[in-house]
C-alpha cells in the first residue's frame, strides 16, 4: 500500500481525513469485510500523524459501526457501510411481535417444504408437516440497509399472502389477518444470542461469526394450532428493543 501523508486542512480535522481516506478504502475492498485493518503504529507511520489522531478516526469508524476491536485480534472491519441500528421502543406485548413502520420486507425465496426433525422442533410440529417457507431481508427505509435476515413458516391455506404487494411493510402476521380473517389468540416469543452463519454474512454486510440478536416468534390461533412462525436474525448493534410498561391504577 502505497504511504500518504495527510495534508492538515484549513477547516478539517486530520482525523477525520484518515477517517475518509480509511473508509473509501473499505468501500472498494482494499480492506474487505473481516480482515484485520493496519495497527495503530502502522497507520501513524503511513500518515505521518500522532497515534491520537489516528485514534480519533478509527474511534468515528467503530461509533458507524464500520469497524470493531477485538481484544488479542486488533481491529476488524466488519461493515462497508454505516450502521442503522433501530430501536424498537414498547408499550404494549402486542407491539413486541410488530417491526417498525420504517422497514420493508424483501423477499427472496419460497418454498413449500416438509419439516425436517431439526424444523420440527423449532415449528413445534411432527417431522414430515407440510409448511411454506419464505426467505426474506428486512431493510431499512429508504436506505435499504438490511437490518435482519428473516425465514417465515406459515402454514399452506395461508400462504397466498407472500403473493401480495405489501407497500406498507405490514408484517405476516397483520397480513394473515386482514386476508383470512385469522388471528392470533397466542404468541410465544424467545429472544437469545447466537453468531452470523456463513451463508448470511454477505447478504447482512458483516463478518461470519459476528454476533447475532435471533428472535423467534410462534403465533397460535383460537383453535390452539401454531400456523406462523417467524426466525429473525439481527446482527449486532443493528436492531434493539427498549421495553416499557407503565403500572396503572384499577379504577
Known amino acids: 500500500m502505497v504511504n500518504a501523508r ?5 477547516n478539517r480535522p486530520r482525523y477525520s481525513e484518515i477517517e475518509e481516506i480509511l473508509r473509501g478504502e ?3 475492498g482494499v480492506h474487505k ?7 495503530e503504529h502502522e497507520l501513524c507511520e503511513r500518515f505521518g500523524v500522532s497515534r491520537f489522531t489516528v485514534r480519533q478516526a478509527l474511534s468515528r469508524l467503530r461509533e458507524a459501526g464500520i469497524l470493531d476491536a477485538r481484544p488479542g485480534i486488533g481491529t476488524i472491519v466488519v461493515s462497508s457501510a454505516d450502521r442503522v441500528t433501530f430501536v424498537h421502543t414498547l408499550s ?4 413486541l411481535l410488530q417491526y417498525p413502520a420504517e422497514t420493508d420486507r424483501r423477499h427472496h425465496t419460497v418454498q413449500r417444504i416438509e419439516a425436517t426433525p431439526e424444523q420440527a422442533v423449532m415449528l ?10 419464505l426467505k426474506a431481508m428486512r431493510v431499512a427505509r429508504p436506505s435499504s440497509a438490511p437490518i435482519a435476515a428473516i425465514d417465515i413458516y406459515v402454514l399452506p391455506q395461508f400462504a397466498g399472502v407472500f403473493d401480495l404487494p405489501n407497500p406498507a411493510g405490514a408484517s405476516a402476521l397483520r397480513q394473515i389477518e386482514q386476508l383470512y380473517g385469522h388471528r392470533a389468540a397466542h404468541a410465544q416469543v424467545e429472544i437469545f444470542v447466537s453468531r452470523i ?37 439481527h ?12 403500572k396503572r391504577d384499577s379504577i
Open 92 to 95: 404494549s406485548m402486542e407491539e
Open 124 to 133: 413445534r410440529c411432527s417431522p414430515g408437516q407440510r409448511w411454506v417457507r
Open 26 to 28: 473499505i468501500q472498494s
Open 6 to 10: 495527510v495534508p492538515a486542512g484549513q
Open 235 to 246: 446482527p449486532e448493534n443493528r436492531f434493539s428493543l427498549n421495553i416499557e410498561f407503565e
Open 33 to 39: 469485510l473481516g480482515s484485520r485493518l493496519p495497527t
Open 197 to 233: 452463519d456463513p451463508q448470511l454474512a454477505e447478504p447482512l454486510m458483516v463478518a461470519e461469526g459476528d454476533p447475532a440478536l435471533i428472535i423467534l416468534r410462534r403465533y397460535r390461533g383460537e383453535d390452539g394450532v401454531i400456523f406462523l412462525v417467524t426466525y429473525s436474525v
